[in-house]
DNA sequence: ACCCTGAGGCAAAACGATTTGATGGGGTGG
DNA sequence: CCACCCCATCAAATCGTTTTGCCTCAGGGT
């Protein structure tokens, strides 16, 4: 009784040729009445189908990727999915490329270069249609290698030098001025910066500083600390400008966490934000909301970055687009809320 | 610096043949000694090492899937990988697999049953080596279908009737009821709680209700409210509860957000925190500690929820471990901050 | 001398699909 | 009635590995 029966077998899977089989046609026609890649006749068509149903066939994807050489998987390298920004990131991907039944594979790299690279190559000969690469800034060809001409690449937040690489990068710096010139525009005189470590986030660096200057406020040195873009290192970055002699007036962090960690300060130190000081973040994480005052902030699009890295990835694995490296930049719109 | 031979095929990647051919042996013998499988003289394994650097070979993964059966990839799918929570389960479980060469598959399901269904049929039909399931509270029969005997499951925070497959479960009760002997031993009277939708988190108003009885604490229907998880829930659940004529002194929600929506209207109503109203959460999410004050929370350990879930998976793909299903349940330790 | 064993290597058969070239059959127009 | 073309179908090759069975050659024990 277990040969002639779907439910039956117990542990192999069915596959194409037995489907054919008890339809009475070759594993050609059952492939092309799945694909639709040549007509079938209806009657056919109809046999096939009801075979399939009954005894429960499912394709094996594995084989179908074998033969195809595409997987419709996507992956999506990035420093910690725990770091809400890309986890936002990573779900605006998926759910781009989900309705083109594209999965997406998820790699954590902490930053860490010799694991771009593991995963990059991973990526690679799993045999992945594209990866969207939102880990570090410095995505160097180093890190690609002699990159597959075949699969595309597209790059979160920095620009590769590969012209075959689509890039999306949200725009820091107009974002970073406009928190700059809002700062001053409010009157606030002594602005300091709380800067992401070196040779990171310059973008943001530049755009305040191009705020300033407009603004004719002079910015020296010591009002321009760095932190490691976490909380704890905002708050001894603020610690430090807080112990200035001649005190700021108002901090624009590079991003949400160190700006939360300049509000514990605030607090600890007893200052009413924003009367003593104000304080401008950078991301719009969800925990701009939670901390009181809400945090004034500027708004980084990582669900829409996701996004369109997917649809820049699609348009190029469906062949719809063939060329030279595209860049697409993101606003990055400035959030007035209680901090400010 | 490039090397000539790779450089040289411009894009069909380097076959095992052609590494054969050119160490003048056998595709065997160059399987032979990737994989260890069968002995081979130091002398050839020398040229056949040689060609595979010359050519930069790398081998192709989805075809040696399709041969052995397996894909040395999980599935992990969750409602959201935006949520906190989950992200950090996942990433758990990505550092437990990732050394034995397992890649990580996300699918976000919003919890709607019809997307489970879709997405675990997905990762079956992709060949997935396992696949852990913490999306809903019904990991039912009906989700996984007739489930393939081969590929492991383990499902967190609920128990599948299937023999096969294993659970982690944090456990709840205990928590919760840890959570509400604080509150009275704290000595608060009018203790209230604001659960989980109908049909979800059972278990955690069942150890606040046993923790009730234990400290002779009346807690009338009024007093048990409902939120959807949600900071909005909670703000309104909230709120429902301090308009009552015997207004509660303390309040146990049912997880972190909505606790955080609870102290939004603590705030609103210039109740402080915790003299006027305790409040304890669930979860321990970041932003617990980022919501002033501190928030009085239970810790759910999704980073190690995540990571047994890896071991127990790994433990049955290596077939380490054969047999009926294992359950292991994780504490939830309390942790007293500033809300109570 | 003979058997046995183990090491080292190869040819060929899977794995389960897709794709290509060929083939037969039926209609239509000349 | 023939030429022609299109539709439906099939057999066989292919994707790039791993794995199985077999062969040969050496060496050691009897």
Redesign the pocket.
Known sequence: MSTSEAASSPH??????QV?RRA?????????V??G?????????GTVMEAIRELG????I???N????RSHMIAVVVPDITNPFYAVLTRGLADAVDAAGHGTYVCNTDGQHERERKFFQDAMDRGVDGVVFASGETASQITFGEVDQQTPIVCIGDQLDHPLCDAVIPDDETGSRAAGSFLASRGYERIAMIQGPPHYGAARTAGFRSAMQAAKRKVPAERMVRGDWTRKGGYEAMKALMALDARPDAVFCANDMMAIGALDVAHELGLSVPEDVAVVGFDDVDAATIVTPHLTTVRNPAYEAGGTAGDLLMSRMSGRYTGTGRTVVLPCPLIERGTA
């Open positions: 192999s899977r069915v596959t194409i040729a054919a009475g046609v070759s594993p050609t026609t059952v492939s092309h799945l694909s890649k040549r007509a079938v006749g209806a009657a056919t068509r066939y499912r394709p094996n594995v084989a179908r074998l033969r195809t050489r």
